[in-house]
């Protein structure tokens, strides 16, 4: 049995755990103002708000979520929000759906709800409002119709009003000029009511652990390729237990992610912010607000895509993963062992991704990370990589490249990156190591570009990492 709130009201339901969110509020509870357009998390027109409580029991985040892509399980013990809990009263219009009216940022209306969902969360978030914050809220959200200025500029208008928002007691001010109901005030004190009663639930029935399932993370890849299988079978939900969070740092410098964890944890992380400050540039091209909400790094690893872009980040961290199978037993595995062939994995089918850890770079190691897809944002990449270079005096000490879109998987180019250990840095020595690399990789033409185009791609993103870190050794006329 799953328990939530659904806007201001308590929800219990029997409901497969791997079926949507977006079909339980719009077929089960009738809310239909939630729209249903891509069905694969690429338009908004679905996104709703899901609210967490924080573990200090202080206090709700709120995040925007694709709910054509989410688990209904990953609702339990939250606050879902569609856009029919947000108006203070009948008839009246909360200051994001006044702006986007008054900016004439609404035409045929489809997409709207999306927006004024994204936008809400956006009010909600406890970060200061910036207009890059205001944007970034809506880069999930398509329009065909409005050409985006008039959504630009109602984004605009938002931000300046939230500009008197107080850092504490968020939730009462926004209640006061409302944009969200009185009744979110009370939502914190009602989900630690229904934490308690959930707990003593467990208890009393002295819940065994389920034998192993079909097991789903944020639902951003399985809910796209399968969702009729998925809503069907038993599903082991892993998005929400509690051991596969967070974000640490052990006394030997390794650093220990959750597998639950999303690509916005990373995002968010203050130590992975420290470690790698172009974070938030990379993570932009990954996905949109809702999905790197979602979407976790496991499920990335897992998936095995030859473009997974989180997968690539890690492989050139020389990440290694922890297994455990249903009976406890663990290993671990370095993550370029994980990938024997095109989406076949070395895991055994009953084992579960339960840590990922890597050797914290020092201070002065260089880590770039590119990827070149068609459109820049909430797109895939035609040919991504990353690299993690040790150097000292000119030579390189030792390196590690990764490479995707070139391979049946996501590749570690240990060549490469083998040929560029004790090399000088220069546009000789990467002339030379892209033949290394030309060898390596075996990319096929299709609709993300010709075998061609991809291994001149490479060839690029290889110099475009040396660039970026030595540009004081190597000039791009050289590399031309
Ligand atoms: C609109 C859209 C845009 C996207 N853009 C990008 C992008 O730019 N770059 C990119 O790399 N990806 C992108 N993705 C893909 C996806 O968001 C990521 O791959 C994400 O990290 C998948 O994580 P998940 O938790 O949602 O996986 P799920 O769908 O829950 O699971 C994926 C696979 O991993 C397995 N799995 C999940 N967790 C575990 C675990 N702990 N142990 C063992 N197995 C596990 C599942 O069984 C399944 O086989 C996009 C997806 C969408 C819908
Ligand atoms: S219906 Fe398009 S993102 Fe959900
Ligand atoms: S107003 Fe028509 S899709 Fe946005």
């Not at 473009?307 to 037993?329: M, P, R, W």
């Not at 024997?340 to 579960?352: F, H, I, P, S, V």
């Not at 004790?422 to 010709?450: C, F, H, W, Y």
Request: include cysteine.
């Amino acid at each position: 049995m799953l328990h939530f709130y659904l806007n201001n009201q308590r929800i219990r339901t029997d409901q497969p755990a791997g079926s949507t969110l977006l079909d339980f509020v719009r077929y089960n509870q009738h809310l239909t103002g939630t729209k249903i357009g891509c069905r694969e998390g690429d338009c908004g027109a679905c996104t709703v708000l899901v609210g967490e409580l924080q573990p200090d029991g202080q206090g709700i985040r709120y995040q925007s979520m694709t709910s054509c892509l989410t688990p209904l399980g990953n609702a339990h013990g939250k606050h879902i929000v569609t856009v029919e809990g947000i108006n203070a009263a009948a008839g009246t219009l909360t200051p994001v759906q006044q702006a986007i009216v008054q900016e004439g940022g609404s035409q045929c209306g489809f997409c709207t709800v999306g927006f004024v969902m994204s936008l809400t969360g956006h009010a909600l978030s406890h970060k200061p409002a910036t207009s890059e914050s205001g944007l970034a809220a809506i880069d999930g959200n398509i329009c065909r119709c409005t050409g985006y200025k008039s959504l630009e500029r109602a984004t605009a208008l938002l931000t300046d009003q939230l500009a008197a928002r107080p850092a504490e007691n968020v939730v009462s001010w926004l209640s006061e000029q409302q944009f969200v109901p009185a009744y979110f005030k009370d939502i914190p004190t009602r989900l630690q009511a229904l934490q308690t009663e959930l707990q003593a639930e467990n208890e009393a029935n002295n819940q065994k652990p389920e034998a192993r399932n079909q097991i789903l993370g944020g639902g951003t890849d399985l809910l796209v390729q399968r969702p009729e299988h998925i809503r069907a079978v038993p599903v082991q939900l892993v998005y929400d237990q509690a051991h596969l969070r967070g974000i640490r740092q052990e006394a030997d410098g390794r650093v220990v992610l959750g597998a639950a964890a999303t690509a916005e944890n990373l995002r968010d992380s203050p130590l992975m912010q420290q470690l790698f400050p172009r974070l938030p540039d990379y993570l932009k091209l990954v996905s949109s607000t809702p999905i790197r909400n979602m979407g976790t790094v496991a499920g990335n690893f897992v998936n095995a895509s030859p473009i997974g872009d989180l997968t690539i980040f890690f492989l050139a961290l020389d990440a290694s993963i922890t297994l455990e199978t249903a009976a406890k037993q663990r290993r671990e595995l370095p993550l370029r062992e994980l990938y024997r062939g095109y989406k076949t994995l070395t895991k055994e089918a009953d084992e579960q991704l339960v840590e990922i850890t890597f050797p914290a770079p020092a201070s002065t190691d260089f880590f770039n990370f590119e990827k070149v897809s068609k459109r820049t944002h909430l797109d895939i990449a035609s040919v991504n990589s990353a690299a993690w270079v040790r150097a000292e005096n000119g030579f390189v000490q030792e390196a590690r490249l990764s490479a995707g879109g070139v391979g049946p998987i996501p590749l570690f180019l240990t060549n490469t990156s083998a040929f560029l250990a004790g090399k000088e840095i220069s546009a000789e020595t990467l002339a030379a190591a892209n033949a290394v690399m030309q060898t390596e990789i075996s990319p096929i033409s299709d609709a993300r570009g010709t075998a061609e185009y991809k291994r001149l791609l490479l060839r690029q993103l290889l110099f475009a990492h040396f660039l970026r870190f030595f540009p004081e050794r190597i000039a791009l006329r050289e590399l031309v």
